[in-house]
């Protein structure tokens, strides 16, 4: 007879399994369902008539509420110093991101603040915010460096954002997003910085283990294609998998220099091209999309959603939590906003902060879905249908939410 640590009872799953995707029933719904838990892990779930009799230590009935994987916010630079409220406000007055940037604002203002904060203030807002995306469904969070482009500053930056992960009780996937603007120690010298990142910056993360990634960004007032390619070929002999942050503002050709990597994720995608997109979906890279940017930049150049889903590409969504284009700590007002202004459908948003979400970060086969096997990271929501989830904005319908079989405090 099985022993379980952990039977849920009287659920609705919308398992979101991954062939759900291609059938009638995106959402992988199974109505009057139970689910155990053994060793952190789903060990059944299905209709509940079809249960095997076994033993449990702990029981919790969801009273009829529908379970979903809890939620992975799979693009993040939530760890930093300072805000940029201000530079918000020039912008609405018609400053363009870019002109702020290239006057050294942008990210370099980040950057100053970032490495001129305390180890102390930089956990506390990363706690604050992490402890909002908790609040939302979310265990597990990718955090970026990218504030600190230095040595010291991007280690210590890969370091705190593991401690605010383990505070907070949540998974953190650090990603170490060196090659993110070019500081003003190395005189307008681009490649010299490149080569900094290369030589000095990557092989002292490989070697003590601080990011599971590497991440770029490809733009006029970033990095060209051949820089971001030098990044991408050091990452790879490190061993470590590429995402690029990918036309954004522009068409740099980002999507096929991802492909050409064989990228977990191309992100941002607002000007990608045909070419592009077909070779992401050869690469199988996924599209991750980020309607905070889009909505706080006032940008008006969508992502290509149509061609994306015509060509087979996964679509993810993320907060692309940052003091500049996205001051955003709710994942879930993600749902919404991605359905009413790129018409992705509600059980797309739903895959796109679950399943689609956990192959960003390397951990398709541990969470994202509900199935035997997986991780049991679970929540539990307040809501008819799951299609509200990408209905409400700001309804903070959790009800419960469990990390390995585990109850998190909400
Ligand atoms: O994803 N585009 C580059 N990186 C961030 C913005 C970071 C910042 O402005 O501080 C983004 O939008
Ligand atoms: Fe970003």
């Not at 070419?275 to 991750?288: E, K, P, Y």
């Given at each position: 007879?099985?022993s379980?640590?952990?039977?849920?009872?009287?659920?609705?799953?919308?398992?979101?399994?991954?062939?759900?995707?291609?059938?009638?029933?995106?959402?992988?719904?199974?109505?009057?369902?139970?689910?155990?838990?053994?060793?952190?892990?789903i060990?059944?779930?299905?209709?509940?008539?079809?249960?095997?009799?076994?033993?449990?230590?702990?029981?919790w009935?969801?009273?009829g509420r529908?379970?979903?994987?809890?939620?992975?916010?799979?693009?993040?630079?939530l760890?930093?110093?300072g805000?940029?409220?201000?530079?918000?406000?020039?912008?609405?007055?018609?400053?363009?991101?870019?002109?702020?940037?290239?006057?050294?604002?942008?990210?370099?203002?980040?950057v100053?603040?970032?490495?001129?904060?305390?180890?102390?203030?930089?956990?506390?807002?990363?706690?604050?915010?992490?402890a909002?995306?908790?609040?939302?469904?979310?265990?597990?969070?990718?955090?970026?460096?990218?504030?600190?482009?230095?040595l010291?500053?991007?280690?210590?930056?890969?370091?705190?954002?593991?401690?605010?992960g383990?505070?907070?009780?949540?998974?953190?996937?650090?990603?170490?997003?060196?090659a993110?603007?070019?500081?003003?120690?190395f005189?307008?010298?681009?490649?010299?910085?490149?080569?900094?990142?290369?030589?000095?910056?990557?092989?002292?993360?490989?070697?003590?283990?601080?990011?599971?990634?590497?991440?770029?960004?490809c733009?006029?007032?970033?990095?060209?294609?051949?820089?971001?390619?030098?990044?991408?070929e050091?990452?790879?002999?490190l061993?470590?998998?590429?995402?690029?942050?990918?036309?954004q503002?522009?068409?740099?050709?980002?999507?096929?220099?991802?492909?050409r990597?064989?990228?977990?994720?191309?992100?941002?995608?607002?000007?990608?091209?045909?070419?592009?997109?077909?070779?992401?979906?050869?690469?199988?890279?996924?599209?991750?999309?980020?309607?905070?940017?889009?909505?706080?930049?006032?940008?008006?150049?969508?992502?290509p959603?149509?061609?994306?889903?015509?060509?087979?590409?996964?679509?993810?969504?993320?907060?692309?939590?940052?003091?500049?284009?996205?001051?955003?700590?709710?994942?879930?007002?993600?749902?919404?906003?991605?359905?009413?202004?790129?018409?992705?459908t509600?059980?797309?948003?739903?895959?796109?902060?679950?399943?689609?979400?956990?192959?960003?970060l390397g951990?398709?086969?541990?969470?994202?879905?509900?199935?035997?096997?997986?991780?049991?990271?679970?929540?539990?929501w307040?809501?008819?249908?799951?299609?509200?989830?990408a209905?409400?904005?700001?309804?903070?319908?959790?009800?419960?939410?469990?990390?390995?079989?585990r109850?998190?405090?909400?």
């Amino acid at each position: 007879m099985p022993s379980w640590d952990l039977l849920i009872t009287d659920a609705k799953l919308a398992t979101l399994r991954p062939g759900a995707a291609a059938g009638d029933d995106p959402w992988g719904t199974v109505e009057n369902a139970a689910l155990a838990v053994a060793d952190g892990r789903i060990a059944w779930l299905g209709p509940a008539a079809g249960l095997p009799s076994g033993d449990a230590a702990e029981r919790w009935s969801a009273e009829g509420r529908w379970l979903t994987p809890a939620l992975i916010d799979c693009h993040t630079h939530l760890l930093f110093g300072g805000d940029r409220a201000a530079e918000f406000e020039q912008r609405l007055a018609g400053a363009s991101y870019a002109e702020i940037a290239r006057a050294g604002g942008g990210i370099m203002s980040t950057v100053r603040a970032t490495r001129a904060a305390s180890d102390e203030d930089l956990l506390g807002g990363a706690s604050r915010r992490l402890a909002a995306l908790c609040r939302d469904g979310v265990t597990t969070v990718e955090i970026k460096s990218g504030y600190g482009l230095d040595l010291d500053t991007e280690l210590r930056m890969l370091r705190l954002a593991r401690r605010a992960g383990g505070a907070a009780g949540l998974r953190v996937r650090p990603t170490c997003l060196g090659a993110h603007a070019l500081p003003a120690d190395f005189d307008g010298d681009a490649d010299a910085y490149i080569d900094f990142v290369c030589d000095t910056v990557l092989p002292a993360v490989a070697e003590e283990n601080l990011a599971d990634a590497v991440d770029a960004y490809c733009e006029s007032i970033a990095f060209t294609p051949a820089q971001v390619a030098r990044v991408f070929e050091r990452a790879r002999e490190l061993g470590l998998p590429v995402r690029l942050h990918a036309d954004q503002l522009s068409d740099c050709g980002g999507a096929a220099l991802a492909a050409r990597y064989g990228a977990l994720s191309a992100d941002h995608v607002e000007y990608s091209n045909d070419a592009g997109i077909a070779a992401l979906a050869q690469a199988g890279s996924v599209a991750v999309l980020l309607p905070g940017a889009f909505v706080m930049l006032r940008e008006e150049t969508r992502p290509p959603v149509a061609a994306l889903r015509a060509a087979g590409v996964p679509i993810a969504l993320a907060t692309d939590c940052n003091p500049g284009t996205s001051p955003v700590v709710s994942l879930l007002a993600m749902l919404p906003i991605a359905a009413a202004q790129f018409r992705l459908t509600p059980a797309e948003c739903l895959a796109g902060v679950t399943r689609n979400a956990a192959r960003v970060l390397g951990l398709a086969d541990e969470l994202g879905t509900l199935e035997a096997g997986k991780r049991a990271d679970l929540a539990a929501w307040d809501v008819g249908h799951p299609r509200e989830l990408a209905y409400w904005l700001g309804a903070q319908p959790l009800a419960a939410l469990f990390r390995g079989g585990r109850r998190l405090e909400i």
